[in-house]
């Protein structure tokens, strides 16, 4: 999981992606990078670990000049968290010169790295597999050139080789020197990418693609529509808007996990409000606690912090039953499911949350989470509601059990990570130290979402196994728990 945004403006765009990134700042921690290109070509960028705030300095956004840019939070999934050199964006000088950033994660990156190597010679320093991705997209730029100029038909003709060579999912933002900013999303769309317009004061219009619709209602531009599973777009430096779909049979899948957890409830995404989607598993979470937990045992429902808070408003309302915060979030720590490590995970999360004893003493409690992943986190804040005098606790998922790896963006690789893999949910209440455990279904999370869309169909694969792009292999999944667990 990470946050992107490209910006093809009338004026300097340095400050404007800043201010983009620091609105998708949730989706990534480790390490940022902004690129922008001056309509001569030239390319300025800087990336560095750490959150926006702390990696850009005023002589850095100086630097930042040309009329566009692209940015990029990043959350590790592929290659090592703390390593600068993974940083996005990615830069190739041939042809013209290309920077890129991607948001998702590409599962036949051995294939590819050895294609590189030996087919067209191209030399990675990283194990990223977004700089697998830049070299792959340089590389059929340069099959596709057909004379000095490029054109829209090459870039896309380019982008269709892409999406025949690699697999996985990917919403991609580039610039090519001299020409412009190029988006595309993979065939199935597992990866939100939207597209806006404003008009600047010159009359001409201004481009924006970014993760989420929020960046764009942000800085006023009006939201045009997604990109299409499959479709690239391509703003060339006189604002002109190109657009194809390049994959052979798309169709949408949306990650589901965008809805339960990534992204910002005041983003709108393939259609879907992540905000009244969180309330609908709220709705549909509360019917299977009325079945599932006997009556009298809850006396008080409780968000966990923040992205939990609609669903846990729901389900107190449907139920009947009072709904109360019992525990203060300092703002000031970040995500702990996106903490690199288990021990960092759990020191974060008492740092991170203060339960209020006022709040929990005496009472049988229910603690709404949006999601449980290693359970890491469940098992502190379960402590910390009986540390804090809690009678009895029920815990709450609005989510389904997430039993299977997540291999398309989202740092869940191994199945003995999680929790409730191999467990009954009986024996997950046990070993998180709950006494009452209850789950979203998976129907119900899918009709939460899908609810009044035009969306057919979700990439649920950490739920229950299926993954939609039918590439992902048991013998995969072995060398991804094998060599990339967290």
Not at 36 to 43: D, I, K, L, M, P
Request: hydrophobic fraction near 40%; include cysteine; proline fraction near 4%.
């Amino acid at each position: 999981m990470c946050g992107i945004v490209g910006m093809v403006g009338q004026g300097l765009v340095n400050q404007e992606i800043y201010d983009a990134l620091l609105l998708l700042q949730h989706r990534g921690q480790d390490s940022t990078g902004i690129a922008t290109a001056e309509r001569s070509g030239v390319f300025h960028q800087v990336k560095a670990r750490g959150q926006v705030r702390e990696a850009f300095r005023t002589r850095d956004m100086r630097s930042l000049l040309g009329e566009i840019g692209l940015g990029h939070v990043r959350y590790a999934t592929k290659g090592t968290a703390s390593s600068e050199e993974e940083a996005q964006p990615f830069y190739v000088n041939a042809p013209y010169g290309i920077v890129l950033v991607h948001n998702g994660n590409l599962t036949n990156t051995r294939e590819l790295t050895d294609e590189l190597f030996h087919k067209d010679r191209r030399h990675l320093n990283t194990s990223s597999d977004t700089e697998l991705l830049v070299n792959v997209l340089a590389g059929e730029l340069q099959q596709v050139i057909s004379g000095l100029e490029l054109d829209p038909d090459q870039i896309f003709e380019a982008v269709s080789r892409v999406h025949r060579r690699v697999e996985g999912s990917y919403a991609t933002i580039a610039l090519i020197a001299g020409y412009g900013l190029l988006a595309f999303r993979d065939p199935f769309g597992i990866r939100p990418l939207i597209i806006g317009t404003r008009q600047a004061a010159n009359g001409r219009y201004e481009w924006i693609v970014a993760s989420e619709s929020l960046v764009l209602e942000n800085a006023g531009f009006e939201v045009v529509r997604d990109v299409l599973p499959g479709e690239a777009v391509f703003v060339d430096l006189e604002g002109t808007l190109h657009t194809r779909q390049c994959a052979e049979q798309p169709t949408l899948y949306p990650c589901s996990f965008e809805y339960v957890y990534l992204a910002r409830p005041d983003s709108i995404m393939n259609g879907i409000s992540v905000y009244e989607t969180r309330l609908r598993m709220g709705d549909r979470l509360a019917d299977t606690i009325a079945k599932y937990t006997p009556a009298g045992t809850i006396d008080v429902v409780m968000p966990i912090p923040d992205s939990s808070r609609p669903a846990a408003m729901q389900v107190a309302r449907k139920l009947g039953i009072e709904y109360r915060e019992g525990f203060y979030k300092n703002r000031y720590i970040g995500r702990t499911f996106i903490m690199p490590g288990q021990a960092v995970r759990k020191k974060s999360v008492r740092q991170k949350l203060n339960a209020m004893s006022s709040e929990f003493k005496g009472k049988n409690v229910l603690l709404v989470d949006d999601s449980i992943v290693r359970g890491t986190t469940s098992k502190e804040i379960i402590q910390m509601a009986r540390d804090a005098g809690a009678k009895s606790v029920t815990f709450a998922s609005a989510a389904p059990p997430v039993r299977y790896p997540h291999v398309y963006g989202i740092n869940m690789p191994s199945r003995h990570e999680l929790v409730a893999h191999g467990r009954t949910i009986p024996e997950i209440a046990k070993e998180l130290g709950a006494d009452y455990m209850v789950y979203q279904e998976i129907d119900d999370l899918k009709a939460a979402i899908l609810e009044g869309s035009d969306v057919e169909d979700l990439d649920m694969s950490c739920f229950d196994g299926r993954y939609v792009t039918g590439t992902v292999s048991e013998e995969y999944l072995a060398w991804v728990e094998g060599t990339q667990t967290s």
